[in-house]
C-alpha cells in the first residue's frame, strides 16, 4: 500500500531478520510505502551487505543465529563511520524494558516490538530519516559547524582563499593544507611556529613550500593524502620532538576529499603543542554543544588522538558505550567523522572556561 507519510524518495533500508516468511513481508510493506530494501537473514549476513549496499536505515532483529542484532549494532558504530548517521532500529519480541534499556544503551536509535505494528513502524522509520534529512540540510545549508571538505573546496577561488587564510591565522591552532603531491599549500601563523620549534624544522619561512623532514617522510602523510585522492576517510596522529625538551607537538593527519577536484587539498594537519597537559574545557564544551559531563570527556579525549579502546580503558566502560557517546557527540556537535571534530574542538579558544 501507498503510505500517506511523507517519506524521502527512494531511502534505503536494510532489513534484518531471520524468519523468512516475516522478513518477506515486511520486505513487501516496505517496499509498497516507497522504500528501496535489501534483506539479510542475520548479522554476519548484513555486514556483507553492507559491503555494496549503503543504506538510510538498519531495521534489525535482535535474536538471530550466526551473529545476533547487539552485536551487529556493536560492529556497525565501532568500525563504520560512514554509518554513523544512519538510524539503527531493533524489532524484536523481546519486549521488557530491560531488553529495551541495553538496545538504547548499545547505541540503538529506536525499539519497536512484535507482533508488528506496520502502522507505528512505518512511521517510527520515516521519523528517523526526517530527522537525519534534518541534519543533512543542516550541514549543506553552511552551518555554524560546516564540514570541512565543503568549506575547504573554495580554495580555488583565489580571494576566497585569501580570506579563508585570514580567517586560519587567528586560530591558535596549527593548521597545515597539503595538495595531492604532498606539497604545502596553506600553512597558517600558528602552524609555522609550531614546526619552526621543532628538532627538524625545514618548513620555508618565505612561502611555507616544505614540511620538517619527520612529516615530510612520514607513511601516515603519504597515506592521508592518497586517501582523499580516492575520497576516502583517514585519520591518524604522531607527534614531533621539540627543541629545550619542551613537550612533543602532537599533529592529527586526516584526509580531505578532493577528488575531481583540480587544485584542491587532499589532507589537512592540525598541530597542538602541549594539548595533553591542559587542564580539558570540559565545561565549555558542555555549554557550547550542551554535552553531558560524560560526552565532554569522550570528547576532549578524542580531540587528543586517542582511540575508542583506549578511551574505554582509560574511562573503564566498554567499547560499545564509547561508540554510544561517540554518536551522540557526533550529532550535538554538528560532525560526523573523528577529524571534523578534532578541527572544530582545536578551533576553541585557549581561554575558554575550565572550571
Not at 230 to 249: C, H, I, K, M
Not at 342 to 351: D, K, Q, S
Request: hydrophobic share 45%; net charge negative; proline share 4%.
Amino acid at each position: 500500500m501507498n503510505h500517506p507519510l511523507d517519506t524521502p524518495s527512494l531511502a534505503r533500508i536494510l532489513w534484518v531478520e531471520d524468519d523468512a516468511d516475516l522478513r518477506d513481508i515486511l520486505a513487501a510493506e516496505l517496499r509498497d510505502a516507497g522504500y528501496e530494501v535489501a534483506q539479510a537473514a542475520n548479522g554476519q549476513h548484513a555486514l556483507d551487505q553492507l559491503r555494496t549496499f549503503h543504506p538510510d536505515l538498519i531495521l534489525c532483529d535482535i535474536a538471530m543465529p550466526v551473529m545476533d542484532g547487539y552485536e551487529l549494532l556493536r560492529i556497525v558504530r565501532e568500525t563504520r563511520d560512514d554509518l554513523s548517521e544512519v538510524p539503527f532500529v531493533f524489532l524484536s519480541a523481546q519486549d521488557g524494558s530491560g531488553q529495551i534499556t541495553q538496545g538504547k544503551h548499545a547505541g540503538a536509535d529506536d525499539y519497536l516490538i512484535k507482533p508488528v505494528n506496520f502502522e507505528l513502524m512505518l512511521a517510527t522509520i520515516a521519523a528517523r530519516l526526517r530527522q537525519v534529512q534534518r541534519i543533512r540540510n543542516a550541514h549543506a545549508s553552511g552551518g555554524t559547524h560546516q564540514k570541512q571538505s565543503s568549506m575547504l573546496s573554495i580554495a580555488s577561488d583565489e580571494r576566497a582563499f585569501e580570506r579563508l587564510a585570514r580567517m586560519f591565522n587567528l586560530i591558535t591552532a596549527g593548521i597545515v593544507l597539503l595538495a595531492s603531491d604532498q606539497r604545502v599549500l596553506f600553512a597558517n601563523i600558528s602552524a609555522q611556529r609550531l614546526l619552526q620549534d621543532c628538532t627538524d624544522p625545514h618548513l620555508d619561512r618565505e612561502n611555507t613550500g616544505s614540511l620538517p623532514i619527520t612529516l615530510a617522510t612520514s607513511a601516515l602523510v603519504r597515506c592521508a593524502v592518497e586517501a582523499g585522492m580516492r575520497g576516502e576517510e583517514y585519520t591518524e596522529f604522531l607527534s614531533l620532538p621539540r627543541r629545550n625538551a619542551q613537550r612533543d607537538v602532537l599533529v592529527t593527519i586526516c584526509s580531505l576529499d578532493c577528488q575531481g577536484m583540480k587544485d584542491a587539498p587532499a589532507a589537512a594537519l592540525f598541530i597542538s603543542a602541549g594539548q595533553r597537559d591542559k587542564v580539558p574545557p570540559l565545561k565549555a564544551l558542555e555549554t557550547l554543544f550542551q554535552l553531558t559531563p560524560a560526552e565532554a570527556r569522550i570528547a576532549w579525549a578524542f580531540a587528543q588522538g586517542l582511540r575508542p579502546e583506549q578511551i574505554a580503558e582509560a574511562f573503564d566502560i566498554s567499547l560499545t558505550t564509547v561508540a554510544f557517546h561517540k554518536r551522540n557527540i557526533f550529532q550535538k556537535t554538528h560532525t560526523n567523522r573523528q577529524a571534523d571534530l578534532i578541527a572544530l574542538l582545536l578551533t576553541l579558544p585557549a581561554n575558554v572556561d575550565t572550571c
